[in-house]
């Protein structure tokens, strides 16, 4: 059976640094994602790493404040959150995909979700 558990969500200010934790059973993916949603706004991507080699892919609003990171001893995706800012609150998915190891952006790709974890940045 599939899980992804998301954890390490909370409430932080401005500037601060969070870290989200995806934890990972019933087997490997060939690409993991973190997406986020905010009310009333679509899923939109935040990053995503090829399971196998480690390549990494940031959207734009997150480059250079964010990385994104495996254990494939533990089978667990990281996403280390830096210099947050207000507009970054939102409810944070992990996501994973199978079949091809394209660094895919579009939330339809995606077959399997967490349930989420909310992260709160204030001004």
């Known amino acids: 059976q599939v899980q992804l558990v998301e954890s390490g969500g909370g409430l932080v200010q401005a500037g601060g640094s969070l870290s989200l934790s995806c934890a990972i059973s019933?087997?490997?993916?060939?690409?993991m994602g973190w997406f986020r949603q905010a009310p009333g706004k679509e899923r939109e991507f935040v990053s995503a790493?090829?399971?196998?080699?480690?390549?990494?892919y940031y959207a734009e609003s997150v480059k250079g404040r964010f990385t994104i990171s495996r254990d494939d001893v533990k089978n667990i995706v990281h996403l280390q959150m830096d210099n947050l800012r207000p507009e970054d609150t939102a409810e944070y998915y992990c996501?994973?995909?199978?079949?091809?190891?394209?660094?895919?952006?579009?939330?339809?790709?995606?077959?399997?979700w967490g349930q989420g974890t909310q992260v709160t940045v204030s001004s």
């Open positions: 996501a994973a995909k199978i079949g091809n190891s394209a660094l895919i952006t579009h939330v339809n790709f995606y077959d399997f």
């Open positions: 019933g087997r490997i993916f060939a690409v």
């Open positions: 790493i090829r399971w196998s080699g480690g390549a990494t």
